[in-house]
């Protein structure tokens, strides 16, 4: 369940206050109270409880916690939270159109086995989201170089390019369908 | 390691807001644009301000333009990704182009800045070696003033450089490059695109109508103190036909120019090899581009 935040709890004593922010997250309007330093990874997965953004490395090696501002791929570990007031922030969570849909790269992913353990998993997805929104019939090379950021210990990389691949071409097949 | 954090974000919307404010902080202040350079320094306790001043926000510094002498001014909000897709910058200057390509990861592309990137002071910074090529300018304003420093002029040693508390880089300026032209650049590290690079080559070859060389210019970065030219290499090269093997000799001049350590990405031996090598591929890259009529191409 996506709920508003609560009020901020007990404030501890601190040298600069917490500010209280307005956050908008997969369409949805939040207001957490956050001491400046706070990472956006630590706000979604900690105030909003949206814990499929992962922290892996939290020094933007290893891609886990990316997340799209403005349609953008960050590592939402070494961004600030109060730097995406204003703005609009995608998790996995808001990748597919409706909470009980997937998204054409999330069942990409399961059919052709682009995940084992997970963990990776959410930061492939938007890393892909975005190469697609720029890049959206990528080559091979594209497909890599786009994934460059995210690590992945399982999978041996191969399958999540061919899930990428095939998300691409149904996505292209069906903007040809409408268009 | 984990410092405690303590620190103020301020996020002006204009660029004199936010000269006011690094004006009245001082040395307590210090501008954050992407962060990716930052937030790891303040984690881990090397950097302790009290007030950050966000570039955000200011959207008049975020945008790459032309002026009406052909120069490509960068704004310093400008995003690494945004550099790296611009038209003209593919275009004009292929050595910027491959750096902001091939350096991080997208993610962190989509954060960091060109200026975040040279004001860290890395003599590793991957823009670096291409703005010496391109002899580019940093314009930096204070609150009461501002004044221009020449890219070669910036760094002052690993980790410092030439910007005084209550300054800000406002752009960086890269003037047209001559016509007849060819650049490229290339760099090396160990885990292939993330890492840091272990050493970098930008070159810039200018051709005379006779096919010699007018001009040529080559930058390194990783492999000395500061980002730094190879006067020596450059004035082989000068009013002769760059043929294979006189390359090849500017090539072995830049490795002997360069002053490599050894440190945990490689040894200066490796780093004073790999030199000679990229520097003669990227001189061979930068006569081919030159004789192609073209500053272009992807490299
Ligand atoms: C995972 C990872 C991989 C990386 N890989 C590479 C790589 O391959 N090559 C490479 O060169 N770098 C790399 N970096 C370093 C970094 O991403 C770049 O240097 C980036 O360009 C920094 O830009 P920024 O906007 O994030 O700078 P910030 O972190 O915001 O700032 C860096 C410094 O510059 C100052 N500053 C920033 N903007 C201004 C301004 N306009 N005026 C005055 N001072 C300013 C800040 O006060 C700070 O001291 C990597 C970083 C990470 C986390
Ligand atoms: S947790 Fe952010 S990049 Fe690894
Ligand atoms: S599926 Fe386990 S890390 Fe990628």
């Known amino acids: 369940m996506r709920g508003k935040a609560s009020e901020p709890g007990g404030q501890k004593t601190l040298p600069v206050a917490k500010r209280v922010l307005e956050l908008t997250v997969n369409g949805d309007r939040y207001e957490v109270a956050v001491e400046p330093w706070t990472s956006l990874a630590q706000v979604l997965r900690d105030e909003l409880r949206l814990t499929g953004t992962k922290v892996g490395c939290n020094e933007g090696d290893c891609g886990a916690c990316t997340v799209l501002v403005d349609g953008r791929s960050v590592s939402s570990c070494l961004y600030l939270a109060v730097e995406a007031e204003g703005r609009d922030v995608t998790t996995i969570e808001g990748l597919a159109e409706t909470p009980d849909t997937l998204h054409p790269l999330q069942e990409a992913f399961i059919e052709h086995g682009g995940l084992q353990c997970g963990f990776c998993t959410g930061g492939m997805l938007m890393s892909s989201a975005f190469l697609l929104s720029h890049t959206p019939e990528p080559d091979e090379g594209e497909i890599r170089r786009g994934l460059s950021g995210n690590l992945c210990r399982c999978t041996g990389y191969n399958k999540i390019v061919e899930s990428v691949d095939a998300a691409a071409k149904r996505l292209a097949a069906d903007e040809g369908g409408t268009a | ?299």
């Open chain 2, 1 to 299: 390691m984990t410092a405690p954090l303590s620190f103020d974000v301020h996020r002006p919307r204009a660029l004199t807001e936010a000269l006011d404010l690094l004006d009245e902080y001082g040395a307590t202040a210090r501008v954050i644009a992407g962060g990716t350079d930052l937030l790891p320094k303040l984690r881990n306790g090397r950097l302790s301000p009290e007030h950050l001043v966000s570039l955000g926000r200011v959207g008049e510094l975020d945008g790459i333009e032309e002026t009406g002498d052909g120069a490509l001014v960068i704004g310093a909000a400008t995003r690494l990704f945004d550099v790296q897709r611009h038209p003209l910058v593919r275009k004009r200057l292929p050595a910027l182009h491959h750096a902001c390509s091939v350096m991080a990861t997208v993610q962190i592309r989509n954060m960091g800045t060109v200026a975040g990137n040279l004001a860290n002071g890395s003599p590793c910074a991957d823009t670096s070696a291409p703005l010496l090529v391109y002899g580019a300018t940093l314009e930096v304003a204070r609150r009461d003033g501002h004044r221009e420093i020449p890219v070669g002029a910036f760094h002052k040693g690993p980790g410092s450089v030439d910007l005084a508390s209550g300054e800000l880089i406002v752009a960086i300026r890269v003037p047209p490059v001559p016509a007849g032209s060819g650049s490229a650049y290339q760099r090396i590290s160990a885990r292939s695109r993330v890492d840091m690079a272990a050493a970098g080559v930008a070159g810039l070859v200018t051709l005379d109508g006779d096919g010699r060389v007018a001009e040529a210019r080559i930058g390194l970065s990783a492999v000395s103190p500061t980002p730094t030219r190879c006067p020596e290499a450059e004035s082989l090269l000068t009013g002769q036909v760059p043929d294979a093997p006189l390359l090849e000799r500017a090539a072995r001049e830049a490795a002997e120019e360069a002053k490599p350590i050894d440190d945990v990405r490689a040894t200066a031996a490796y780093r004073r090899h790999v030199v000679f090598v990229m520097a003669n591929r990227v001189l061979t890259t930068c006569v081919a581009r030159a004789s192609a009529g073209a500053g272009g191409g992807t490299p």
